[in-house]
C-alpha cells in the first residue's frame, strides 16, 4: 500500500517535507498545503513553498483552493508555468473561512463550480489532476451526487477524508460511507482520517484491500518513522522513533534559523513542531516545557534533554 503524505498548513512545509525525505522516507507522494489566491494574486507564502528549487528532488504535488472555474484555471496556470504536471484540487478543507466562501468542502455544495472545474480539468491534457474531498459539508449526499461528474473526470485519484466539513475534525471517520463512496468511484481511491498507528493502517487495508493508498497528516506528525516502520513490517523501537524526531528537530532547527529573523518568531514556529508529537514517546511535563516556554535557550536546553 502506498503512504501520502497529507498536507497540513502551517506544519508540512517545504522545510518539513524536505527533511522527512531525507531522513524518515517511505512516502510515495508529499502533498502541498493548499496554494490560494490572496487579492487576485498568489499569495506569497504559498508560492515561496511551492518554488520547484525546495522541492527538487522529493515526490511532491502542489495542491490548489479555489471556489469556482477562474480561480482554479488563475492557480493551475500559475503552477504549468512553474514546471508542474501534477496538481491536486482540496475540494475538503473545512475551515469556515474557505468553506463559507464555497471553497474547499463548501465547494461540495455547489455541483456547478465542481463540474466547470472538473471540466476545465480536461483543458489541460498536459497535466494529471487529483482531487482530495470530504463526504460532504453538511450531508454525505453531497459528496455522493458528485460521484457521476468524478467518474466522468480525468483524474488520476481521489482521496477521502470521511466526514462532513460541519464537523471538522470532530468524531470518528465515517467508514460505511468510504465503503459507500469506493464502490461507486471509478477511481483510484485513497483513504485519509485518523490513521496514528500500523494497526489502524492494517485495519483501512484488510477493509479496502484495493486501496490505491493511504494518506496521513496528523499521525506522521507525531511518529515521522509510520511509513517507514509500515514498509518494513515492524514497529521501532521508542529510541529509534525519539532520535528520528530529534534528526528532524535539528535540521528544522538548522534551516529555519536561517530563514527566520526574530527570535521570537523562530522560536513560536519551532514550537509547531511539536504539536502533534506522541506524548507516548516523550516526557509530558518535558513536552509541556516545550511548547511553552518564551525562552529560545530554555527551549533549546529543554530539547537536550529528550531521551
Ligand atoms: C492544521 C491543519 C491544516 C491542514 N491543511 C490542509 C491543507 O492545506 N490542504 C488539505 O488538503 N488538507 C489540509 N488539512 C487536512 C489534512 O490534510 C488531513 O486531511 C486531515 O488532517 C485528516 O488526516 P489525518 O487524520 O491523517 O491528519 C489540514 C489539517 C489540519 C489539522
Redesign the pocket.
Known amino acids: 500500500m502506498n503512504i501520502y503524505f497529507?498536507?497540513?498548513?502551517?506544519?508540512t512545509e517545504d522545510t518539513y517535507r524536505r527533511l522527512h525525505h531525507k531522513l524518515a522516507g517511505g512516502i510515495t507522494e508529499y502533498?502541498s498545503?493548499?496554494v490560494r489566491l490572496e487579492h487576485g494574486g498568489i499569495r506569497s507564502k504559498d508560492a515561496r513553498d511551492v518554488r520547484p528549487e525546495f522541492n527538487e528532488g522529493i515526490p511532491f504535488t502542489p495542491?490548489v483552493i479555489a471556489k469556482d472555474e477562474t480561480e482554479f484555471r488563475t492557480l493551475v496556470d500559475y503552477l504549468s508555468s512553474l514546471g508542474y504536471r501534477r496538481i491536486d484540487c482540496?475540494m475538503?478543507?473545512p475551515f469556515p473561512l474557505q468553506a463559507r466562501h464555497g471553497r474547499g468542502s463548501g465547494l461540495l455544495q455547489h455541483p456547478d463550480n465542481v463540474a466547470a472545474i472538473l471540466h476545465a480539468m480536461e483543458t489541460y491534457s498536459d497535466i494529471r489532476f487529483s482531487v482530495?474531498m470530504r463526504l460532504g459539508q453538511d450531508d454525505i449526499n453531497e459528496g455522493l451526487q458528485l460521484i457521476p461528474l468524478l467518474n466522468a473526470a480525468p483524474l488520476s485519484h481521489i482521496t477521502l477524508?470521511p466526514r462532513l466539513g460541519k464537523d471538522q475534525?470532530k468524531g470518528t471517520t465515517d467508514l460505511n460511507a468510504f465503503s459507500t463512496f469506493a464502490q461507486a468511484i471509478a477511481h483510484p481511491l485513497i483513504y485519509?482520517?485518523?490513521?496514528r498507528t500500523l494497526s489502524d493502517i492494517r485495519r483501512i487495508e484488510t477493509l479496502h484491500p484495493n486501496l490505491e493508498g493511504i494518506?496521513?497528516?496528523?499521525?506522521l506528525l507525531a511518529r515521522p518513522s509510520l511509513a517507514a516502520e509500515y514498509h518494513s513490517g515492524t514497529e521501532w523501537e521508542p529510541q529509534r522513533r525519539i532520535s528520528l524526531i530529534k534528526q528532524l528537530h535539528e535540521g528544522y532547527y538548522e534551516s529555519l534559523s536561517h530563514i527566520i529573523p526574530g527570535e521570537a518568531q523562530l522560536l513560536s514556529k519551532l514550537q509547531t513542531f511539536w504539536d502533534y508529537t506522541d506524548e507516548s514517546l516523550v516526557d509530558k511535563k518535558l513536552l509541556k516545557r516545550i511548547r511553552k516556554t518564551g525562552s529560545l535557550r530554555n527551549y533549546l536546553s529543554a530539547i537536550q534533554e529528550i531521551r
Open positions: 497529507a498536507p497540513l498548513q502551517g506544519y502533498v498545503p493548499f495542491q482540496n475538503g478543507c482530495k477524508h475534525y485519509n482520517g485518523d490513521v494518506m496521513i497528516g496528523r499521525g
